[in-house]
Every structure is written in structure tokens, then in C-alpha cells.
């Protein structure tokens, strides 16, 4: 007779080989998913990458077409009760109940969770200030701003004190203090061994917040892995180079002539003297090449670094997957970081 292979994982959430159809179209396409406890793992890619039905199947608010999911070594499909108890997911645009004050909100699902009466009063009052929200604890959904209902719906999220938080562009409509104050409560619940799944089309929210990250596109997992592998194994750096000189022109040449003998340097840019070069080099290139300006007796009174960015990381690994206007999502990008 045949046994049953062992479902057990190490891992805090799981899918192998997890896809979703509707009807002939797949908005989920065999992603395999690992991610261990306490992490912030974030959820990238453009509206309809299909970010959104990955979540909902995590949550089990939909079932997979094939594949299998483990939330805490726990097969989905065998014990879904289970997991509904140690998963709090917070959807895309969730309302607030527009007759109800925020506290009345809070309580009505504390009690549908289970927490004694005795209960309910002090853990909505925990709630309401991880949040930042206890002064608006009388306010009636109707008169919240979006941001402010997307603080109560997180408050509402975290009232079970779930072991893994399932999050739908939750920073959406939130003011920057607002947007810091929940990466704030990631981190510190992060710290207690409580794993978070935040997804966001807003790139460089992601990439502030998340300490791994998995890119989405058409339905696949192009890529996951935690955020400094990501951007070691998309290496896009330039140094920027301000100098300040009586004598610019003859600086100026000084300059060119030192960076274009390193073998590192490439695509230089001036304007004034501003220099902006793509960098191949290490740390230690870079010392070198700051080292041979001052020998010189060039003035550089700033020598700045930039790192590839998530948007590079998302153009690099998108574009060669079809016809992408490289130069367009790369605005895209830009407008998003700047909503």
C-alpha cells in the first residue's frame, strides 16, 4: 500500500506548483513560494501580475485550480479552519461600516473572532493605538478619509493576533507618517516571529519595507529571494561627482581624462561640473578612483553612490519576458514613487 507523502515544512507559508484559472485565463501560473518565519515579504508587480488572487488563495478565499498550500506545515486543503485562525488578511479597499463608530467596528468582529467580552474592550484599545488611530476611536466610518479607513481595517487585521499577516496594498491612500507607522508595526510583530505578505504596485514602498521581495508578472513568480540578493544579482550602479574649482575648464578635462582611463568607467554625462558615470567597480575601485581625483588636485566636494533601485530590478527582469517599452515603465515607475 502506498503512504502518503509527508506534507510537513519548515516554512511559514508554502505553494508548490500553486495555479488558478478563470476559465481560459490564468492569473496564477505555478508559483512556488517560500517564506520563513518573521519576514516582511513583499509582493511586486503591475495590476493584474495576479498579486492579488495569490493572496486570497494563501488566504483561503479561493481555491487553487492545481498545486498545494501550506500555511504553518498545515495542508490548506486538509484543515482550512486551522489556518483561518492563524492568518489575518487585509484586502485592497475594504470598507468601514459608514453607520458604525470605529470602536463599534472593532468590537463587532473581535466578537466574531472569539475574544471574551471581558476581552474585547482592552485588546480594541491595543489595536487602536498600534495604529495610531485612539483619537478618532468615536468617529463614524462615514466620515474617515481612505487612509484612515485603511488604519482601522489593519487594526481590525491584527485584532486575533494572527501568526501570519496577509496585506493587499495596505499603504494605499495612506499619508507618509501613516505609511512609516506601518512599517513600524511589521518590523516590531516581525521581531515576535510573525511572518508578513504586503503586496504593492508602489515599488519603492516595497522595497523600504520588506526585508524579501517576490516579483509578479503575468501570473508567474519571475523572481524571490531576500532584497540584497536581488539587487547583488542586478548590479546597476553610478557615481555622481560635484566639483567645485576656479579653474573649471582645466578641472574639467583633468576629470574626463581620469575617468575615462579607468577601466570601470562608462556612459559618462557633464553638465557644469556635475559628473554622472556608470561604475562597474568595487568599493575599493571607487576609493581608488576618489583617491586619483584628489591627487590630482581636483576639489570634489561630494562623491555619491546609487544602487539599483527596485524599478531597475523589476525592468530588468520584465523586459526580456516580452516586447517592454523599457523607457515608458520606467516613468510608470518614477510616477508611482512619487504618488
Wanted: proline content about 4%; overall charge negative.
Amino acid at each position: 500500500m502506498l503512504q502518503k507523502a509527508n506534507t510537513a515544512t519548515d516554512f511559514t507559508v508554502e505553494t508548490r506548483d500553486v495555479r488558478l484559472d478563470y476559465g481560459e485565463l490564468t492569473a496564477v501560473d505555478n508559483v512556488n513560494l517560500r517564506i520563513t518565519a518573521g519576514e516582511i515579504y513583499g509582493l511586486v508587480g503591475p495590476n493584474g501580475a495576479g498579486k492579488t488572487s495569490l493572496l486570497k488563495m494563501l488566504s483561503n478565499l479561493i481555491r487553487p485550480t492545481y498545486g498545494e498550500i501550506f500555511i504553518n506545515g498545515t495542508d490548506l486543503a486538509e484543515d482550512p479552519w486551522k489556518v483561518h485562525r492563524e492568518v489575518g488578511y487585509m484586502p485592497d479597499l475594504s470598507p468601514v461600516a459608514p453607520e458604525l463608530k470605529v470602536w463599534e467596528f472593532l468590537e463587532f468582529f473581535a466578537a466574531a473572532y472569539g475574544i471574551p467580552r471581558t476581552e474585547r474592550k482592552q485588546r480594541v484599545a491595543e489595536c487602536l493605538e498600534q495604529v495610531k488611530m485612539t483619537e478618532h476611536r468615536e468617529a463614524f466610518g462615514k466620515g474617515l478619509s481612505r487612509g484612515m479607513m485603511q488604519r482601522v481595517v489593519l487594526a481590525k487585521t491584527l485584532i486575533p493576533h494572527p501568526r501570519i499577516l496577509i496585506l493587499d496594498e495596505p499603504a494605499s491612500g495612506m499619508d507618509p507618517l501613516a505609511r512609516i507607522n506601518l512599517k513600524r508595526i511589521l518590523v516590531e510583530l516581525g521581531r515576535e516571529g510573525i511572518t508578513s505578505i504586503v503586496s504593492s504596485h508602489i515599488l519603492t514602498e516595497l522595497g523600504d519595507m520588506c526585508t524579501s521581495l517576490g516579483i509578479m508578472h503575468k501570473g508567474a513568480l519571475v523572481r524571490s529571494g531576500d532584497k540584497a540578493s536581488l539587487l547583488i544579482d542586478h548590479p546597476v550602479h553610478t557615481r555622481t561627482l560635484s566639483i567645485l574649482s576656479r579653474h573649471s575648464d582645466k578641472d574639467a578635462e583633468t576629470v574626463v581624462s581620469i575617468l575615462n582611463s579607468s577601466e570601470h568607467v562608462a556612459d559618462v554625462a557633464r553638465q557644469d561640473m556635475v559628473f554622472v558615470l556608470s561604475f562597474s567597480g568595487d568599493e575599493e575601485a571607487e576609493a581608488d578612483l576618489l583617491k586619483e581625483l584628489i591627487l590630482a588636485e581636483i576639489k570634489v566636494t561630494s562623491f555619491s553612490r546609487e544602487s539599483a533601485s527596485m524599478e531597475d530590478v523589476l525592468i530588468k527582469l520584465v523586459s526580456p519576458l516580452e516586447d517592454v517599452d523599457v523607457v515608458s515603465l520606467q516613468d510608470i515607475a518614477e510616477e508611482q514613487a512619487h504618488d
